[in-house]
């Protein structure tokens, strides 16, 4: 079962900072990640959503390797190449994986300018190592999946910025 975790930051860069932090740690295998997007609020108030995979660059690639392939069949391979190409260019735009977009855009409404929030939503973390890493940046916990007993123990974290105390709160998610 995955976990989602929305935190928000006090300015523009840093959620987007965590989530290399944490794509840095996924290729370490300390955590797994379905999915992992960044929301900014900009000082004039607008929300822009900033999302890991280009679902419509992945689309419109896939697309054409297909098209081109079965218009080679046909003998026709740059126009199945192009076929391919927009047919899958348009389903990648339509599709969504992984966080909803309108869920994100509504907790980025509710931002202050200036701020961002990284979305993250995770199958498997080594809970010390992960914190580890991303305590030091901080941040404000806005919604999770986790128990509210989790939740409080990952606020602590983040709050203290990685600064330990006599006892270190261990955050086991599945």
């Known amino acids: ?26 290729r370490e295998h300390l955590i797994e990640l379905e999915d992992a997007a960044v929301v ?5 108030g607008k929300v822009k959503l ?7 660059k992945a689309g419109a690639v896939s697309g054409g390797f297909w098209g081109l392939l079965i218009g080679t069949l046909f003998l026709v391979p740059l126009v199945g190449a192009a076929v391919g190409a927009s047919t899958g260019a348009i389903s990648g735009a339509l599709s969504d994986i992984g966080v909803d977009d309108d869920f994100m855009r509504e907790l980025g409404e509710s931002m202050q300018p200036g701020t961002s929030a990284l979305f993250v939503l995770a199958s498997k973390v080594t809970p010390d190592k992960v914190l580890e890493e991303v305590a030091p940046y901080g941040g404000k916990v806005l919604r999770t999946s986790l128990t509210k007993d989790k939740e409080a123990e990952l606020q602590e ?5 990685g600064i330990k105390l006599e006892s270190t709160p261990e955050i086991v998610t599945q």
């Open 40 to 44: 900014v609020k900009n000082e004039k």
């Open 50 to 56: 900033k999302q890991a995979i280009n679902l419509t």
């Open 1 to 26: 079962m995955s976990d989602l975790i929305a935190i928000a930051y006090d300015d523009e860069f840093k959620a987007e900072e965590v989530r290399l932090t944490l794509a840095k740690l996924e």
């Open 157 to 161: 974290v983040l709050s203290r910025r």
